[in-house]
Nanobody
Framework: VQLQASGGGLVQAGESLRLSCAAS????????MGWFRQAPGKEREFVAS????????DYADSVKGRFTISRDNAKNTVYLQMHSLKPEDTGVYYC??????????WGQGTLVTVSS
């Protein structure tokens, strides 16, 4: 599966942004989808994931209550709605897909910059 992330940009602290990740292929619904991010000078970290049927989602503690992950299997797209953004949310956001225990498909990333 190929993944294309979009929706990044420059926002002020406290504002909102929605990221999208479009997937190719007819088996999108069989993958667990996730969002990760990498801040400058830091390692990539988990942000959120959603199960195949959009029933169960998991979040990093740092984004709980502010970010929402969702998916539209009919559109082969996963979203990350981000509210109350903070400067520490700045980074390159990647979407990823897995059908086992490892995320083995990655998008190219979209940059989110939050200014204070």
């Amino acid at each position: 599966v190929q993944l294309q992330a979009s929706g990044g940009g420059l926002v002020q602290a406290g504002e909102s942004l929605r990221l999208s990740c479009a997937a190719s292929g007819r088996t999108f619904s069989s993958y667990r989808m996730g969002w990760f991010r990498q801040a400058p000078g830091k390692e990539r970290e988990f942000v959120a994931s959603v199960m195949r049927m959009n029933i169960f989602a998991d979040y990093a503690d740092s984004v709980k209550g502010r970010f929402t992950i969702s998916r539209d299997n009919a559109k082969n797209t996963v979203y990350l709605q981000m509210h109350s953004l903070k400067p520490e949310d700045t980074g390159v956001y990647y979407c990823a897909a897995r059908n086992g225990t490892v995320y083995n498909y990655w998008g190219q990333g979209t940059l989110v910059t939050v200014s204070s």
